[in-house]
């Protein structure tokens, strides 16, 4: 089974998959393309695979790729927890500029369904993470973009000691919502 909840942004959607669990652990679908498909109505064709790790702090995002190489991503964690962060920055859309977040562990097993158009980011909340993305497009850097975190127009609150972040230098100087390019 896999169960679709809605979130309050157009478009996107957490999965829930099933988790058999037993004395010697758990076992659990990861990805089904039927299943995604019977259940979000949506036909992706994923074609690649990245994954991360992260020491707790560490905030990647909120990273996006634009114009035609915009990318649709299904994003969960394999190990650890994260609160996972997206907004969506489609200009025609009735969410625009909202965000919405949630917790992706290792115990709830959770999907996030981010579509095309929308930031991403996420903060490692425990000691170590690693985080699994499929993503509907190929990289191109000349598309690479993101926005600040820390963005006021977004109002996010990330439920955590800014000064406790570590980011890396890009993520530090990417550009505001107000000098973003869209």
Not at 33 to 52: A, H, K, W, Y
Not at 86 to 113: A, C, G, I, Y
Request: glycine residues 4%; proline residues 4%.
């Amino acid at each position: 089974m896999l169960e679709l909840e809605k979130t309050p942004l157009k478009d996107c959607f957490l999965l829930k998959p099933s988790v058999f669990r037993d004395h010697r652990g758990t076992f659990l679908e990861s990805f089904s393309q039927r299943r995604f498909e019977e259940v979000t109505g949506l036909q992706m064709d994923f074609v690649q695979d990245n994954q991360s790790s992260s020491i707790k702090g560490v905030l990647r995002g909120l990273h996006f790729q634009k114009g035609k190489y915009a990318q649709s991503k299904l994003v969960r964690t394999v190990v650890g927890s994260v609160l996972d962060v997206v907004v969506d920055l489609r200009p025609n859309s009735p969410t625009f500029r909202k965000s919405f977040k949630v917790v992706l562990s290792d115990e709830n097993h959770h999907q996030l369904f981010v579509p095309a158009g929308f930031a991403h980011g996420f903060l490692t909340l425990s000691e170590i993470s690693v985080f699994a993305y499929k993503c509907d497009q190929y990289f191109h850097k000349e598309a690479d973009a993101g926005v600040y975190f820390n963005d006021p127009v977004f109002n996010i609150d990330w439920e955590y000691p800014q000064d406790e972040f570590i980011l890396s230098e890009k993520d530090k100087n990417l550009p505001t919502f107000e000098e973003l390019d869209l």
